[in-house]
């Protein structure tokens, strides 16, 4: 299985701590222990709502692949939502 985590600008870090914590728990605890995840962006470091800068594992990768795509919440999403070049990157084919 592989998780993809979203972020971008303004996220709300705890929403994506809040759900990247027990999901990746599932490999160590060997629920899922094909379970891979990477850090996905549109460019290669983003700061979240309160300063804290997070760099990515992947940028402008396409989620095709991917089982499970997690976008968090944040004041962010309010300006991703009308970015078409943000969303077409985004858009599993």
Known sequence: MKAAFIIFDRLTSLDLIGFYDPVTRLKSMNILPDLE??????????TDDRGLVITADSVNEPLGGYNLIFVP???GTRELQHNHEFKEVRTPS
Do not use: A, E, V
Request: aromatic share 16%; glycine share 16%; proline share 0%.
């Open 37 to 46: 995840w990477r850090i996905c962006s549109n460019k290669q470091q983003i």
């Open 73 to 75: 919440g944040g004041f």
